[in-house]
């Protein structure tokens, strides 16, 4: 099953995303033809913090689902091959309840997201896809309720914090508006780290990529102050990195021995310029070193 950088990034990033607060199954096998559902998802029950932080997405996933994002507009054929797969998927899972003996809850019977960058009126109303104005943002559309399926168009959402985890995976400005929000997140957030790292490989999977289209370079473009950063922080830790090595060979060299003590203060040490600490630690005695830079001084 082949994947391009799109598919490989949104499989990640959703399963990074929903994996605290429920089950995650990327290529769900779906019997009869042997399709592949992008992200098969079924809550778990924790804290309503686990979910909020996740915002649209968490208020979508509380209850099992597929979800298929596009990076183009799909058309009437590809909605309705996701509308096949939730088909099939419901027939397993009733065959499975029938077998055990068992009845599966309205509420519990799968839903199907389909995350698209743009949709037109027409083929919206050609599934019969509307908004709920009183309970759902704008760019969320239902199809008819027997379906149990929604079209949310990624463009049309409101550029809140409450929909940036969704925004991330749609095309252009609204796409790089998206990103730079999150950059702009606290670097002690919690998926802070994770999502920097699939967006910078997502990045990098695009430069390998040759004769890239107009699209590719766009968001190619939109990741680089991304990639650029993280470039940077690699560059820095690896500086860190060398200079904790330096001062730990230079205490060896000394002392003949890093023991628990001297290691305790190479944090403080490396924070000086090495023109700094290479003086001193060539010529401080341990327990002028040990004073100076000891934690509980």
């Not at 967006?199 to 968001?219: A, K, Q, S």
């Not at 990741?223 to 940077?232: A, D, G």
């Not at 341990?286 to 100076?292: A, D, G, I, N, S």
Request: aromatic residues 8%.
């Amino acid at each position: 099953m082949t994947q391009t950088p799109h598919d490989h990034f949104a499989k990640a990033y959703l399963e990074e995303l929903l994996s605290p607060i429920g089950q995650v199954t990327p290529n769900l096998p779906i019997k009869a033809e042997t399709r592949y559902a992008d992200i098969w998802f079924v809550p778990e029950s924790v804290e309503e913090s686990e979910r909020a932080y996740l915002g649209l997405l968490g208020k979508l996933t509380t209850t099992p689902c597929l979800i298929e994002p596009f990076r183009n507009p799909a058309d009437e054929d590809q909605i309705l091959d996701c509308v096949g797969k939730l088909i099939s998927l419901r027939r397993e899972l009733l065959r499975k309840a029938n077998r055990e003996k068992r009845t599966i809850p309205p509420e519990f019977m799968p839903r199907l997201w389909i995350l698209v960058p743009s949709a037109s009126v027409e083929l919206r109303r050609e599934f019969g896809a509307n908004r709920r104005k009183r309970t759902w943002e704008s760019g969320i559309y239902h199809h008819p309720n027997a379906y149990r399926t929604g079209l949310i168009v990624l463009h049309q959402l409101p550029q809140t914090p409450d929909t940036l985890w969704l925004r991330i995976l749609g095309r252009g400005r609204s796409q790089k508006k998206a990103i730079q929000e999150f950059n702009a997140l606290p670097d002690d957030h919690r998926m802070k780290e994770i999502v920097l790292e699939l967006l910078t490989e997502w990045r990098t999977m695009i430069e390998l990529r040759r004769n890239l289209t107009e699209d590719e370079e766009e968001l190619f473009m939109n990741l680089s102050p991304i990639y650029l950063q993280r470039r940077q922080e690699w560059r820095e830790e690896g500086r860190e990195e060398e200079r904790r090595s330096t001062i730990e060979s230079l205490l060896m060299s000394r002392f003949n021995a890093l023991d628990s003590e001297l290691a305790g203060i190479v944090d403080r040490i490396a924070t000086l310029p090495p023109n700094e600490f290479t003086p001193i630690l060539l010529s401080a005695s341990r327990e002028e070193l040990l004073r100076q830079f000891s934690t509980i001084n």
